[in-house]
């Protein structure tokens, strides 16, 4: 992958790797310069099949959000946004905010595409191949970029030497923390809701507002299984759109010399 120009806002750069303790990697990563449009998925559901979920989700949402979205390169078209808005709740806000209800359904449709394979392969509810989601998109002429997620694949922004989570995993381990922590605490990585399993599921979407100088990272938790916060922002320091390709490989040479347990994937976007 190189370095990819995204509008007039970004660069970035995406990589992945299996890891040390995984043949397969069942990760998913995609960056689409016409619609402005990062994505990464994080398949699991084992025997080598993570990688059909993870894909085909990624591969789906790219299609959705082209058929059902205004192309980020191109004017807002209020026409058929409009009529599609109206069928909802006709509420008069933003159109930035307002497209977030429809990438909340295309990333719904996804879900219910995969749940219906799942099922056709006899895959009992709740089981079956499935995947998490991590997503941003812009558009040009603004300083807006809608965020969506389901599971534990995360996007940060790094502010200076500040790296913050945008997005809050659907994790019962991050449950049991919001909760007060009382009673063991349950493994990290079970999830509450991911693409492909169950019939249903919430998205989160939000627009996040970026000023001079901030940077993102979408990452599976490959990385951030092996690395705190602190030691990604470290490496993250001094980031420039002639660096991408360097930082993002020293973020999984790092991930692996801790341990390297779980498929890595990242995205990194500057400007």
Not at 45 to 52: P, T
Not at 127 to 149: E, N
Not at 171 to 179: A, N, V
Not at 240 to 264: E, F, M, R, Y
């Amino acid at each position: 992958m190189t370095v990819t120009r995204l509008l007039e806002s970004y660069y970035a750069y995406g990589l992945s790797d299996p890891g040390l303790a995984r043949a397969a990697n069942e990760d998913a990563i995609s960056i689409n310069a016409a619609a402005g449009l990062c994505l990464l998925a994080d398949g699991m559901g084992g025997h080598g099949q993570g990688d059909v979920a993870s894909r085909q989700v990624v591969a789906s949402v790219n299609d959705l959000i082209g058929r059902y979205l205004p192309a980020a390169a191109e004017p807002f078209a209020p026409s058929w946004f409009e009529r599609w808005f109206k069928r909802r709740d006709g509420a008069d806000r933003d159109s930035l905010e307002r497209q977030l209800d429809l990438l909340a359904d295309i990333i719904r449709e996804a879900n219910r595409t995969l749940y219906r394979d799942n099922q056709a392969r006899g895959a009992a509810e709740g089981c079956g191949i499935g995947t998490t989601l991590v997503g941003c998109r812009l558009t040009r002429g603004s300083a807006k970029m809608q965020v969506f997620h389901v599971g534990d694949s995360r996007l940060y922004r790094l502010r200076g030497n500040a790296l913050q989570a945008l997005t809050k995993d659907h994790s019962l381990y991050r449950q049991w923390q919001d909760t007060g922590r009382t009673g063991e605490a349950p493994p990290a990585n079970r999830l509450y809701q991911a693409i492909g399993p169950k019939p249903a599921i919430v998205p989160d979407v939000q627009l996040v507002e970026f000023a001079a100088g901030d940077s993102f990272l979408l990452c599976s938790d490959g990385l951030t299984g092996m690395l705190e916060d602190g030691e990604i922002a470290d490496l993250l320091g001094g980031l420039t759109p002639d660096n991408l390709p360097a930082k993002a490989g020293a973020l999984i040479d790092a991930a692996n010399a801790n341990g390297g347990t779980d498929n890595i994937s990242v995205i990194l976007l500057c400007q």
